[in-house]
C-alpha cells in the first residue's frame, strides 16, 4: 500500500478541535437560554452570552481553517462533491422544519378551525363548547384571543418584500454567472446589491412587525391567526437574516480575492441556500398573505 | 444442583395446581356488554386467529430450516437466492389476508361512528384527576350532574410514605365515589371532553375509548345489554394522578334509571348516587324518596328521552 | 502490514484523551457511539428497573408517581435517542465506509461534531431529572397540553431534543454523502451491502422527520412562553395538532429504528446459512417500500383522537400496508436460511431470535392497525408489549447480534462463544417473561403509564416484572463479555466467519486505524 496515492484519494482531516469547543457553546447557549425563560433572567443570560462567545469564537476559527483549506486548494472534485451533496440535504433539512409550520398553518385553517365551528364530525364540539363560532380567516378563535385585529393584505410591504427578494434572485444569480466567466467586478457589485436587498427586507419585516403590533392590533397572542403569521414569517426572517450575513462573508472573500471560475463551492452554497429563503418566502406570501 | 432441579416440580406443581388462581386470570379482551363491544371483540378475535394461522406459517418454515438445514446434515448449501415465484406468492398472500381483515374492520368503524338517533346524551368531562358527568335534554342543555372521583377506600391506601397495603380494599383503584348511571337498552351517547389535559375515558366492556380532548368534543355511544357494574380508567397519561381516576359505570333498570334522573333533577336526593345507591338501582330497587314522582318531574324525565 | 502503515503515514490517533475529542477517524467515532449508546443502554435499564419495581405490586411502594411518571419519560426518550439511534449510528460509522470500500465518512469533522452534539443534547435531558420540580412527566411524546404543565425544567426538555435533533440531521446527511460520493469504483448502489441500503434510507427518513420534531417541539415552546396558540382550541388551535406533527416524526422514527436492524440482520444471517441474502433486490424495494409508506400512516396512533372516519379509514389501509414489504423482509430471511448450510454462532442465534421476536410484534402491529380493535388496545399494556417486542424483541436483538458478529473484526478478538450463547437464551426467555404477559394486561383494561394498578393485574405484573429483573442482569453478561473482549480473547482471523462475504472482512482483524485510503477492487 503505497501511502502517497492513498492520501491523495480523499482529503481527511484529523483532530478537530473546534467540533467539541462548538458543542459546549452551544450547549450553554441553549442552557443560559432555558434559564432565562425560567425565570432565572440574570444567571441565564450570563450563561447564553458565555455560550455565544464561545460559539461565535469557534465558528470564525473553524471556518477560517476550512476557508485556508480551501484556497490552498487542498479539496479537489471529490471533496468538493461530498460539499454538495452536504449542502443540498442540509438545505431539504430545512425544507422540512419549514414543512412541519406551513403544515401546522393548513392543518389549522382546512381542520381545526372548521372542526371548531362543528363541521365533520364535531356538531357537539360547536353545540357544547364554542356556541356560534363561525370559522373564518384571519381568525383567533372562539376565544377571540388577543382581542380584534386586522389581518394581513398582499399589498402595501409585503409585496415589496416579494420585490426585493425577486431582484435578490435575480441579483445572485447574475453574481454567479459573472464568477463562472471571471468578470470579478460583477461578482462584488451584485454580491453586494443582494446582500443589501436581503438588509432591506429584513428592516422592513422588522417595520411591518412594528406596524401590525401598534396599528392592526395583531401579536403573537392574536389566536392562530397571529401564531402562525409571526412564527412563519420570524423564522423565515431568520434564515433571511443568517443568509444576508453569509452573502456579507462571501462578498468580503471575494474581495480578498478568493475563488475562482472552477472552485467556488462557498459562493454557490450560499446562493441556493438565497435561493431557498426566496422559494421559502413564495409559500408565505401566497399562503400567509395572500390566501 | 440438585436442589436446584428440586425446585422445579415445586414451581411446576404451583403453576398448575392451582387452577382457583389461574381461572381467575383474564387473559384475553372482555366480549363486553354493548353491540359495539361485541362487533369489536369478534373483530379482535377473527384478526388473532388470522395472525396465529400466519404465526403457524412463519414459524413452521423457520423451525424446519432450523432443524433440517443445520450444518450437521447439510454439508453444502445451495446457492439459489432467486425464486420470482415464490417473491410472487408472498407479496400477494399477505395483501389478501389483508383485505379479509380490512373489509370487517372497515364495516365494525362505521357502526362505532353511528351516532345518530341516540335516547340519551350525556356529557362527559376529564379533569385532573375526576370526572364529570352532566345529563343533557333534547336541546343539549345540561339538566343534572355531578363530579366523579376515586374512592376514599383507594385513596386511604394510595401512600408511599408508609407505603400501605392495597389488598384489603378489593376495588382498590376501581370504585369511585359516585358512577356515572345509565339505563339499559338505550342508546346512550357519550360526548366527551376534557376542562384541562387530555384523558382517555376507557371501559373495556363498551367496547373501547375515546380521547377526552380539551375544546373538542369526540363521541362514542352505546348501548349497554345487561344491568351491572362497569369499571374503566383514563387512558391517556395526564399527570401524576393518572392512575387514579377510574371510570365507573353502572346500567340500571330503565325505569329506575328515569325515576332516578327526576328525582335528582328536582333535588329530592341526597346528592349524586353513591355505590351503594346506584347498586340498589341496579337491582331494580328504588329507594322511597324517588318514588311518587310528579306529573311535572315525569314531564323532566320524558325531556331527556329523545 | 496494518500497524506499519499506520505508523508510517503518521495519521494515527492522537495521544490521550484528546483522541476521543478531537477525532474525525470514523472507527473511533463509531466506538465512541457504541460506548455511549452502551452506557445509555444501562441508564435507560436502571429506569426500566424502577418502572418494573414499582409495578411488581399494586399500591406503592418505591417512588411517588410523579417520579414514577418521569422515570417513565427518560426511560422511553433514553432508550431511543440516546441507546437505539446511537448505537445504530455507531454501527454505521464502523461499516458503512468499510462496506463501501471508502477511506473514511465523507465529512469526517462535521461527524465528530454530530456526536459530541448528542452527548450535549442527552446531558441536558438527563439534567432535568435534577431541577426543581423534576423531569418532563408526560412520556416521550410530550403531547400538549400536559407537557406545558412541566415545571421548572421544560425549555431544557425541548432544548435537548434540538440538540439530538440537530445530531441525527448533521449524521445522516454525513452517511449519504459517504454512500452517494465515497464508493469505491465498481461498488454500484445495487451492489451495495444490505446494511449500507437500510442506512441509506434511514437517513432520509431521518433528513425529513427530524426537522418536523424540531418545528413540533418548537411550536410548544413558542406555546408556552410566548403566547402562541398552536395547541389552544380557544386561540383556534388544537392538541390534536402536536399529536400530527409528532407522529409525522415518530412514525418513521420507528422506522429509523428498525430498518438498520434489518440491515443487520441481512448480513448475518447469510454468512451463518453459508448462502447469498435471497431476493437482494426485493429486499432493496422493500426498504424503500417501507419508508416510503410510513411517512403516509402517523395518524394510526391516533384512532381514538376523534378523527372523521374517512382518515381513520385512509390511515388503516395505509398501516396495513406496510405489513406487505415488512412481510417480505422475513419470508426472504427465512428463505435464505432454506436449503442452506447453517450454523448457530452467537450472531445467528441472535438473528433467528429476532425473526422470533419481531414477528411476534409485528403480528401485534397488523392486529393494531385495524381501528375499530385499537379503540380498545390504544395506549393499554397491550401496546407496550408490541413495541417492546419491535424495539427490545427487534432492535436490540440485532445490535447484540451485530455485536457479537462484527466484534472480532473491530477488537481483533474472539468474544466468549459459551458466555455469548448463555447470554442469548437468557436474554430471549426472559424477554418473553417480561413482555408476553403484558399482551393480557392491555387486553385486560390496563392503562400505561401507570405507577399503581387494580388488583386483578397483579399476577401478570409480578412475572413481567420478574422477567425484567432476569432481562436486566443478563445485560450485566453481555457487558462483561463485550469489555473483555476488547482487552483479550483468542486472535480473530481477517475473515473471522468462513461465510461471510463483503469489503469488511478483507481487511485486517483488528481493523487498521486507516482503511481503503487505497481504492479496493470490487468485483
Ligand atoms: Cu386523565
Same mark, same amino acid.
Given at each position: 500500500?503505497?501511502?502517497?496515492?492513498?492520501?491523495?484519494?480523499?482529503?481527511?482531516?484529523?483532530?478537530?478541535?473546534?467540533?467539541?469547543?462548538?458543542?459546549?457553546?452551544?450547549?450553554?447557549?441553549?442552557?443560559?437560554?432555558?434559564?432565562?425563560?425560567?425565570?432565572?433572567?440574570?444567571?441565564?443570560?450570563?450563561?447564553?452570552?458565555?455560550?455565544?462567545?464561545?460559539?461565535?469564537?469557534?465558528?470564525?476559527?473553524?471556518?477560517?481553517?476550512?476557508?485556508?483549506?480551501?484556497?490552498?486548494?487542498?479539496?479537489?472534485?471529490?471533496?468538493?462533491?461530498?460539499?454538495?451533496?452536504?449542502?443540498?440535504?442540509?438545505?431539504?433539512?430545512?425544507?422540512?422544519?419549514?414543512?412541519?409550520?406551513?403544515?401546522?398553518?393548513?392543518?389549522?385553517?382546512?381542520?381545526?378551525?372548521?372542526?371548531?365551528?362543528?363541521?365533520?364530525?364535531?356538531?357537539?364540539?360547536?353545540?357544547?363548547?364554542?356556541?356560534?363560532?363561525?370559522?373564518?380567516?384571519?381568525?383567533?378563535?372562539?376565544?377571540?384571543?388577543?382581542?380584534?385585529?386586522?389581518?394581513?393584505?398582499?399589498?402595501?410591504?409585503?409585496?415589496?418584500?416579494?420585490?426585493?427578494?425577486?431582484?435578490?434572485?435575480?441579483?445572485?444569480?447574475?453574481?454567479?454567472?459573472?464568477?463562472?466567466?471571471?468578470?470579478?467586478?460583477?461578482?462584488?457589485?451584485?454580491?453586494?446589491?443582494?446582500?443589501?436587498?436581503?438588509?432591506?427586507?429584513?428592516?422592513?419585516?422588522?417595520?411591518?412587525?412594528?406596524?401590525?403590533?401598534?396599528?392592526?392590533?395583531?401579536?403573537?397572542?392574536?389566536?392562530?391567526?397571529?401564531?402562525?403569521?409571526?412564527?412563519?414569517?420570524?423564522?423565515?426572517?431568520?434564515?433571511?437574516?443568517?443568509?444576508?450575513?453569509?452573502?456579507?462573508?462571501?462578498?468580503?472573500?471575494?474581495?480578498?480575492?478568493?475563488?475562482?471560475?472552477?472552485?467556488?463551492?462557498?459562493?454557490?452554497?450560499?446562493?441556493?441556500?438565497?435561493?431557498?429563503?426566496?422559494?421559502?418566502?413564495?409559500?408565505?406570501?401566497?399562503?400567509?398573505?395572500?390566501? | 444442583?440438585?436442589?436446584?432441579?428440586?425446585?422445579?416440580?415445586?414451581?411446576?406443581?404451583?403453576?398448575?395446581?392451582?387452577?382457583?388462581?389461574?381461572?381467575?386470570?383474564?387473559?384475553?379482551?372482555?366480549?363486553?356488554?354493548?353491540?359495539?363491544?361485541?362487533?369489536?371483540?369478534?373483530?379482535?378475535?377473527?384478526?388473532?386467529?388470522?395472525?396465529?394461522?400466519?404465526?403457524?406459517?412463519?414459524?413452521?418454515?423457520?423451525?424446519?430450516?432450523?432443524?433440517?438445514?443445520?450444518?450437521?446434515?447439510?454439508?453444502?448449501?445451495?446457492?439459489?437466492?432467486?425464486?420470482?415465484?415464490?417473491?410472487?406468492?408472498?407479496?400477494?398472500?399477505?395483501?389478501?389476508?389483508?383485505?379479509?381483515?380490512?373489509?370487517?374492520?372497515?364495516?365494525?368503524?362505521?357502526?362505532?361512528?353511528?351516532?345518530?338517533?341516540?335516547?340519551?346524551?350525556?356529557?362527559?368531562?376529564?379533569?385532573?384527576?375526576?370526572?364529570?358527568?352532566?345529563?343533557?335534554?333534547?336541546?343539549?342543555?345540561?339538566?343534572?350532574?355531578?363530579?366523579?372521583?376515586?374512592?376514599?377506600?383507594?385513596?386511604?391506601?394510595?401512600?408511599?410514605?408508609?407505603?400501605?397495603?392495597?389488598?384489603?380494599?378489593?376495588?382498590?383503584?376501581?370504585?369511585?365515589?359516585?358512577?356515572?348511571?345509565?339505563?339499559?337498552?338505550?342508546?346512550?351517547?357519550?360526548?366527551?371532553?376534557?376542562?384541562?389535559?387530555?384523558?382517555?375515558?376507557?371501559?373495556?366492556?363498551?367496547?373501547?375509548? +375515546?380521547? @377526552?380532548? =380539551?375544546?373538542?368534543?369526540?363521541?362514542? !355511544?352505546?348501548?349497554?345489554?345487561?344491568? &351491572?357494574?362497569?369499571? $374503566?380508567?383514563?387512558?391517556?397519561?395526564?399527570?401524576?394522578?393518572?392512575?387514579?381516576?377510574?371510570?365507573? +359505570?353502572? @346500567?340500571? =333498570?330503565?325505569?329506575?334509571?328515569?325515576? !332516578?334522573?327526576?328525582?335528582?333533577?328536582? &333535588?329530592?336526593?341526597? $346528592?349524586?348516587?353513591?355505590?351503594?345507591?346506584?347498586?340498589?338501582?341496579?337491582?331494580?330497587?328504588?329507594?322511597?324518596?324517588?318514588?311518587?314522582?310528579?306529573?311535572?318531574?315525569?314531564?323532566?324525565?320524558?325531556?331527556?328521552?329523545? | 502490514?496494518?500497524?506499519?502503515?499506520?505508523?508510517?503515514?503518521?495519521?494515527?490517533?492522537?495521544?490521550?484523551?484528546?483522541?476521543?475529542?478531537?477525532?474525525?477517524?470514523?472507527?473511533?467515532?463509531?466506538?465512541?457511539?457504541?460506548?455511549?449508546?452502551?452506557?445509555?443502554?444501562?441508564?435507560?435499564?436502571?429506569?426500566?428497573?424502577?418502572?418494573?419495581?414499582?409495578?411488581?405490586?399494586?399500591?406503592?411502594?418505591?417512588?411517588?408517581?410523579?417520579?414514577?411518571?418521569?422515570?417513565?419519560?427518560?426511560?422511553?426518550?433514553?432508550?431511543?435517542?440516546?441507546?437505539?439511534?446511537?448505537?445504530?449510528?455507531?454501527?454505521?460509522?464502523?461499516?458503512?465506509?468499510?462496506?463501501?470500500?471508502?477511506?473514511?465518512?465523507?465529512?469526517?469533522?462535521?461527524?465528530?461534531?454530530?456526536?459530541?452534539?448528542?452527548?450535549?443534547?442527552?446531558?441536558?435531558?438527563?439534567?432535568?431529572?435534577?431541577?426543581?420540580?423534576?423531569?418532563?412527566?408526560?412520556?416521550?411524546?410530550?403531547?400538549?397540553?400536559?407537557?406545558?404543565?412541566?415545571?421548572?425544567?421544560?425549555?431544557?426538555?425541548?432544548?435537548?431534543?434540538?440538540?439530538?435533533?440537530?445530531?441525527?440531521?448533521?449524521?445522516?446527511?454525513?452517511?449519504?454523502?459517504?454512500?452517494?460520493?465515497?464508493?469505491?469504483?465498481?461498488?454500484?448502489?445495487?451492489?451495495?451491502?444490505?446494511?449500507?441500503?437500510?442506512?441509506?434510507?434511514?437517513?432520509?427518513?431521518?433528513?425529513?422527520?427530524?426537522?418536523?420534531?424540531?418545528?413540533?417541539?418548537?411550536?410548544?415552546?413558542?406555546?408556552?412562553?410566548?403566547?402562541?396558540?398552536?395547541?389552544?382550541?380557544?386561540?383556534?388551535?388544537?392538541?390534536?395538532?402536536?399529536?400530527?406533527?409528532?407522529?409525522?416524526?415518530?412514525?418513521?422514527?420507528?422506522?429509523?429504528?428498525?430498518?438498520?436492524?434489518?440491515?443487520?440482520?441481512?448480513?448475518?444471517?447469510?454468512?451463518?446459512?453459508?448462502?447469498?441474502?435471497?431476493?437482494?433486490?426485493?429486499?432493496?424495494?422493500?426498504?424503500?417500500?417501507?419508508?416510503?409508506?410510513?411517512?403516509?400512516?402517523?395518524?394510526?396512533?391516533?384512532?381514538?383522537?376523534?378523527?372523521?372516519?374517512?382518515?381513520?379509514?385512509?390511515?388503516?389501509?395505509?398501516?396495513?400496508?406496510?405489513?406487505?414489504?415488512?412481510?417480505?423482509?422475513?419470508?426472504?430471511?427465512?428463505?435464505?436460511?432454506?436449503?442452506?448450510?447453517?450454523?448457530?454462532?452467537?450472531?445467528?442465534?441472535?438473528?433467528?431470535?429476532?425473526?422470533?421476536?419481531?414477528?411476534?410484534?409485528?403480528?401485534?402491529?397488523?392486529?393494531?392497525?385495524?381501528?375499530?380493535?385499537?379503540?380498545?388496545?390504544?395506549?393499554?399494556?397491550?401496546?407496550?408489549?408490541?413495541?417492546?417486542?419491535?424495539?427490545?424483541?427487534?432492535?436490540?436483538?440485532?445490535?447484540?447480534?451485530?455485536?457479537?458478529?462484527?466484534?472480532?473484526?473491530?477488537?481483533?478478538?474472539?468474544?466468549?462463544?459459551?458466555?455469548?450463547?448463555?447470554?442469548?437464551?437468557?436474554?430471549?426467555?426472559?424477554?418473553?417473561?417480561?413482555?408476553?404477559?403484558?399482551?393480557?394486561?392491555?387486553?385486560?383494561?390496563?392503562?400505561?403509564?401507570?405507577?399503581?394498578?387494580?388488583?386483578?393485574?397483579?399476577?401478570?405484573?409480578?412475572?413481567?416484572?420478574?422477567?425484567?429483573?432476569?432481562?436486566?442482569?443478563?445485560?450485566?453478561?453481555?457487558?462483561?463479555?463485550?469489555?473483555?473482549?476488547?482487552?483479550?480473547?483468542?486472535?480473530?482471523?481477517?475473515?473471522?466467519?468462513?461465510?461471510?462475504?463483503?469489503?469488511?472482512?478483507?481487511?485486517?482483524?483488528?481493523?487498521?486505524?486507516?482503511?481503503?485510503?487505497?481504492?479496493?477492487?470490487?468485483?
Amino acid at each position: 500500500m503505497s501511502s502517497h496515492t492513498g492520501a491523495q484519494r480523499y482529503f481527511i482531516p484529523h483532530n478537530s478541535p473546534w467540533s467539541f469547543a462548538i458543542t459546549v457553546g452551544f450547549f450553554a447557549l441553549l442552557f443560559g437560554t432555558a434559564m432565562l425563560l425560567s425565570g432565572m433572567e440574570k444567571s441565564g443570560l450570563a450563561i447564553l452570552c458565555a455560550g455565544a462567545v464561545v460559539m461565535i469564537v469557534c465558528m470564525v476559527g473553524w471556518w477560517r481553517l476550512v476557508i485556508h483549506e480551501s484556497e490552498s486548494r487542498t479539496y479537489r472534485a471529490l471533496e468538493d462533491s461530498s460539499f454538495r451533496w452536504g449542502m443540498v440535504f442540509f438545505i431539504f433539512s430545512e425544507v422540512c422544519f419549514f414543512g412541519a409550520f406551513f403544515g401546522a398553518l393548513f392543518y389549522s385553517r382546512l381542520f381545526v378551525l372548521p372542526f371548531l365551528s362543528g363541521a365533520s364530525n364535531n356538531l357537539f364540539t360547536e353545540v357544547l363548547l364554542w356556541p356560534g363560532f363561525v370559522a373564518q380567516w384571519p381568525s383567533n378563535g372562539p376565544g377571540n384571543l388577543g382581542g380584534t385585529f386586522e389581518g394581513m393584505t398582499p399589498g402595501g410591504i409585503a409585496a415589496m418584500n416579494t420585490a426585493l427578494l425577486f431582484i435578490s434572485a435575480v441579483t445572485v444569480t447574475i453574481a454567479h454567472w459573472g464568477l463562472k466567466n471571471g468578470h470579478r467586478n460583477i461578482v462584488k457589485v451584485f454580491l453586494a446589491l443582494t446582500f443589501f436587498l436581503g438588509f432591506t427586507f429584513v428592516v422592513s419585516q422588522a417595520h411591518e412587525y412594528i406596524h401590525a403590533y401598534q396599528q392592526l392590533g395583531l401579536t403573537l397572542g392574536s389566536g392562530i391567526y397571529g401564531t402562525t403569521f409571526f412564527v412563519l414569517t420570524g423564522f423565515h426572517g431568520t434564515h433571511v437574516t443568517i443568509g444576508a450575513i453569509a452573502l456579507l462573508v462571501i462578498w468580503v472573500r471575494v474581495m480578498r480575492g478568493h475563488f475562482d471560475e472552477h472552485h467556488h463551492f462557498g459562493f454557490e452554497a450560499i446562493a441556493w441556500y438565497w435561493h431557498f429563503v426566496d422559494v421559502v418566502w413564495l409559500g408565505l406570501y401566497l399562503f400567509v398573505y395572500w390566501l | 444442583m440438585t436442589r436446584k432441579l428440586a425446585v422445579l416440580p415445586i414451581l411446576c406443581a404451583a403453576l398448575f395446581a392451582a387452577p382457583a388462581a389461574w381461572a381467575d386470570l383474564q387473559f384475553n379482551m372482555p366480549r363486553g356488554v354493548t353491540p359495539i363491544s361485541h362487533q369489536i371483540y369478534d373483530l379482535h378475535m377473527f384478526a388473532f386467529w388470522m395472525m396465529v394461522g400466519l404465526g403457524v406459517v412463519v414459524y413452521g418454515g423457520l423451525m424446519w430450516t432450523v432443524i433440517f438445514h443445520r450444518r450437521s446434515r447439510r454439508k453444502k448449501a445451495s446457492q439459489f437466492h432467486e425464486n420470482a415465484k415464490v417473491e410472487i406468492v408472498w407479496t400477494t398472500l399477505p395483501f389478501l389476508i389483508l383485505v379479509a381483515l380490512a373489509i370487517p374492520a372497515s364495516i365494525v368503524l362505521v357502526n362505532t361512528q353511528n351516532f345518530h338517533n341516540s335516547d340519551l346524551k350525556v356529557q362527559v368531562t376529564g379533569y385532573q384527576w375526576l370526572w364529570q358527568y352532566e345529563y343533557l335534554d333534547k336541546k343539549a342543555e345540561p339538566v343534572y350532574g355531578f363530579y366523579s372521583r376515586l374512592s376514599l377506600a383507594s385513596l386511604k391506601r394510595m401512600s408511599i410514605d408508609p407505603p400501605k397495603s392495597p389488598w384489603t380494599d378489593p376495588h382498590y383503584l376501581w370504585d369511585v365515589n359516585h358512577p356515572m348511571i345509565v339505563p339499559v337498552h338505550k342508546k346512550v351517547l357519550l360526548l366527551i371532553t376534557s376542562g384541562d389535559v387530555i384523558h382517555s375515558f376507557w371501559v373495556t366492556e363498551f367496547g373501547g375509548q +375515546v380521547d @377526552a380532548i =380539551p375544546g373538542r368534543i369526540t363521541q362514542w !355511544w352505546i348501548n349497554v345489554q345487561k344491568p &351491572g357494574i362497569y369499571r $374503566g380508567v383514563c387512558n391517556q397519561i395526564c399527570g401524576g394522578g393518572h392512575a387514579y381516576m377510574p371510570v365507573v +359505570v353502572v @346500567a340500571v =333498570p330503565q325505569d329506575a334509571f328515569y325515576r !332516578w334522573l327526576a328525582a335528582s333533577r328536582a &333535588g329530592r336526593t341526597s $346528592g349524586p348516587p353513591t355505590m351503594a345507591q346506584a347498586k340498589a338501582l341496579m337491582h331494580g330497587n328504588v329507594p322511597l324518596a324517588l318514588n311518587g314522582a310528579s306529573s311535572s318531574e315525569k314531564r323532566l324525565a320524558s325531556e331527556v328521552k329523545s | 502490514m496494518s500497524t506499519e502503515a499506520t505508523t508510517v503515514h503518521g495519521h494515527g490517533p492522537a495521544p490521550g484523551i484528546m483522541r476521543w475529542i478531537t477525532t474525525t477517524n470514523h472507527k473511533d467515532i463509531g466506538t465512541l457511539y457504541l460506548t455511549f449508546s452502551f452506557i445509555m443502554l444501562f441508564v435507560g435499564g436502571a429506569m426500566a428497573m424502577v418502572i418494573r419495581s414499582e409495578l411488581a405490586q399494586p399500591g406503592l411502594q418505591i417512588v411517588n408517581p410523579d417520579f414514577f411518571n418521569q422515570m417513565m419519560t427518560l426511560h422511553g426518550l433514553v432508550m431511543i435517542f440516546g441507546v437505539l439511534m446511537p448505537a445504530l449510528v455507531g454501527f454505521a460509522n464502523w461499516l458503512v465506509p468499510m462496506q463501501v470500500g471508502a477511506p473514511d465518512m465523507a465529512l469526517p469533522r462535521l461527524n465528530n461534531w454530530s456526536f459530541w452534539l448528542l452527548v450535549a443534547g442527552m446531558s441536558m435531558l438527563l439534567s432535568t431529572l435534577l431541577m426543581p420540580g423534576g423531569a418532563m412527566e408526560m412520556g416521550w411524546t410530550m403531547y400538549a397540553p400536559q407537557s406545558l404543565q412541566t415545571p421548572f425544567s421544560f425549555a431544557f426538555s425541548i432544548f435537548s431534543i434540538h440538540l439530538m435533533g440537530i445530531s441525527s440531521i448533521l449524521g445522516s446527511i454525513n452517511i449519504i454523502a459517504t454512500i452517494l460520493n465515497l464508493r469505491a469504483p465498481g461498488m454500484k448502489l445495487l451492489k451495495m451491502p444490505l446494511f449500507c441500503w437500510s442506512w441509506f434510507v434511514t437517513a432520509f427518513l431521518l433528513i425529513v422527520i427530524m426537522p418536523v420534531l424540531a418545528g413540533g417541539v418548537t411550536m410548544l415552546l413558542f406555546d408556552r412562553f410566548f403566547g402562541t396558540s398552536f395547541f389552544d382550541a380557544a386561540g383556534g388551535g388544537s392538541p390534536v395538532l402536536f399529536q400530527h406533527v409528532f407522529w409525522f416524526f415518530g412514525h418513521p422514527e420507528v422506522y429509523v429504528m428498525i430498518l438498520p436492524a434489518f440491515g443487520i440482520i441481512s448480513e448475518i444471517i447469510p454468512t451463518f446459512s453459508r448462502k447469498p441474502i435471497f431476493g437482494y433486490t426485493a429486499m432493496v424495494y422493500a426498504l424503500a417500500c417501507i419508508s416510503f409508506i410510513s411517512f403516509a400512516v402517523w395518524a394510526h396512533h391516533m384512532f381514538t383522537s376523534g378523527m372523521p372516519t374517512a382518515a381513520n379509514l385512509f390511515f388503516m389501509y395505509a398501516s396495513m400496508l406496510i405489513a406487505v414489504p415488512t412481510g417480505i423482509k422475513i419470508f426472504n430471511w427465512i428463505a435464505t436460511m432454506w436449503r442452506g448450510s447453517l450454523t448457530f454462532e452467537t450472531p445467528m442465534l441472535f438473528a433467528t431470535g429476532f425473526i422470533v421476536t419481531f414477528t411476534i410484534g409485528g403480528f401485534t402491529g397488523v392486529m393494531m392497525a385495524l381501528v375499530p380493535a385499537d379503540f380498545q388496545y390504544h395506549n393499554s399494556y397491550f401496546i407496550v408489549a408490541h413495541f417492546h417486542y419491535v424495539l427490545a424483541g427487534g432492535t436490540l436483538m440485532a445490535l447484540f447480534g451485530g455485536i457479537y458478529y462484527w466484534l472480532p473484526k473491530w477488537t481483533g478478538h474472539m468474544y466468549l462463544e459459551r458466555l455469548g450463547k448463555t447470554h442469548f437464551w437468557l436474554t430471549i426467555i426472559s424477554l418473553n417473561v417480561l413482555f408476553f404477559p403484558q399482551h393480557f394486561l392491555g387486553l385486560a383494561g390496563m392503562p400505561r403509564r401507570v405507577p399503581d394498578y387494580a388488583l386483578q393485574f397483579t399476577d401478570f405484573n409480578l412475572i413481567s416484572s420478574i422477567g425484567a429483573f432476569v432481562f436486566g442482569a443478563s445485560q450485566l453478561l453481555f457487558l462483561y463479555n463485550v469489555v473483555r473482549t476488547v482487552h483479550r480473547g483468542k486472535q480473530a482471523t481477517d475473515r473471522v466467519w468462513e461465510g461471510a462475504h463483503g469489503l469488511e472482512w478483507t481487511v485486517p482483524s483488528p481493523a487498521p486505524y486507516h482503511t481503503f485510503q487505497e481504492a479496493p477492487d470490487v468485483k
